[in-house]
């Protein structure tokens, strides 16, 4: 199991990753909505805005997402870590369940391309 700490830091890159996109994918990044990243084997929710093609104003907190956001992720810490490291697929991890993408529907056609 994958510290606080790591996964803030997994999350801190995926901000620097999406922020270092050009084309569709930067475009897919460029929303202006709220996140949140459920980790559910640390029971903590990483709340913020993906602004810009970056995650910003990221607060920590315990237990389930305090409000509901547009764009809500759902996985363990393992696969936080693995997924930002490249050590995991987004779209399997998707596909079978082990991370959850809930969105609205023209987001999630917009997201598809980060997939």
Do not use: H, Y
């Given at each position: 199991?994958?510290?606080?700490?790591?996964?803030?830091?997994?999350?801190?890159?995926?901000?620097?990753?999406?922020?270092?996109?050009?084309?569709?994918?930067?475009?897919?990044?460029?929303?202006?909505?709220?996140?949140?990243?459920?980790?559910?084997?640390?029971?903590?929710?990483?709340?913020?805005?993906?602004?810009?093609?970056?995650?910003?104003?990221?607060?920590?907190?315990?237990?389930?997402?305090?409000?509901?956001a547009e764009i809500r992720l759902t996985m363990t810490s393992d696969d936080l870590v693995a997924m930002v490291g490249?050590?995991?697929?987004?779209?399997?991890?998707?596909?079978?369940?082990?991370?959850?993408?809930?969105?609205?529907?023209?987001?999630?056609?917009?997201?598809?391309?980060?997939?």
């Amino acid at each position: 199991m994958a510290s606080t700490e790591e996964c803030r830091s997994a999350l801190e890159q995926l901000s620097r990753n999406l922020a270092g996109t050009n084309g569709e994918v930067r475009q897919a990044a460029a929303l202006d909505r709220s996140l949140t990243c459920r980790i559910t084997d640390l029971d903590l929710t990483f709340s913020g805005r993906l602004r810009d093609g970056r995650i910003t104003d990221v607060v920590e907190t315990p237990g389930p997402p305090p409000a509901k956001a547009e764009i809500r992720l759902t996985m363990t810490s393992d696969d936080l870590v693995a997924m930002v490291g490249g050590k995991l697929n987004f779209a399997s991890a998707w596909a079978s369940g082990r991370v959850k993408l809930e969105a609205g529907f023209r987001d999630l056609l917009r997201l598809r391309t980060l997939l």
